[in-house]
């Protein structure tokens, strides 16, 4: 059994509401929470990823108030809802499946990006993950201190919630 099965299997044994929030996190986040909430010990936990034990108590910090914050929205993912959900950015109109709507809703600071690019959204007028995605990456570029590097990780966060930049959301 690989390491993949093994966290899948561990998944499954969450309960469902814990499960729905999962995609909120980053892949990383995911881990730490799955492996802590399995029963292992953040040494443990260290030792299966590689990082310090301090490190996966972050980690697993973060992946908590992160669900908790999505779950206070109640931004449980839906898998199959047919209503349409419309989210208002500061400068553009989306329509986007009312199973979004939670991971739209998300403030950005939950795609665990470094405070500079917090900052530099913040900045631009982006708060909301909602806000991120009906953009292009050439926009996000255009951001003033934002490079590849971060654009990388963006693209990152977003897949974890199932989402990608310049979506078109209009239905």
Avoid at 45 to 55: Q, V
Avoid at 69 to 92: E, F, I, K, N
Avoid at 95 to 104: C, I, K
Avoid at 129 to 157: F, H, Q
């Amino acid at each position: 059994m690989t390491d993949d099965d093994d966290l899948g299997s561990l998944e499954l044994a969450l309960a469902p509401w814990t499960r729905e929030l999962l995609p909120c996190l980053t892949p990383r986040r995911r881990e730490a929470f799955v492996l802590r909430e399995s029963g292992l010990t953040f040494d443990e936990i260290g030792d299966r990823l590689e990082i310090s034990a301090s490190r996966a108590r972050q980690l697993h910090d973060a992946a908590v108030g992160v669900m908790t914050d999505a779950a206070r929205r109640g931004c449980l993912l839906v898998q199959h809802v047919p209503q349409v959900a419309t989210h208002h950015s500061s400068d553009l109109r989306c329509r986007a499946p009312a199973a979004m709507r939670g991971a739209l809703e998300l403030p950005i600071s939950t795609l665990g990006l470094g405070i500079r690019a917090e900052r530099c959204f913040d900045i631009a007028g982006i708060r909301r993950v909602g806000d991120l995605v009906c953009r292009s990456e050439g926009d996000v570029l255009r951001i003033a201190n934002l490079g590849r590097k971060t654009l990388r990780e963006i693209r990152n966060a977003l897949a974890a919630l199932g989402l990608h930049l310049d979506m078109d959301l209009a239905g």
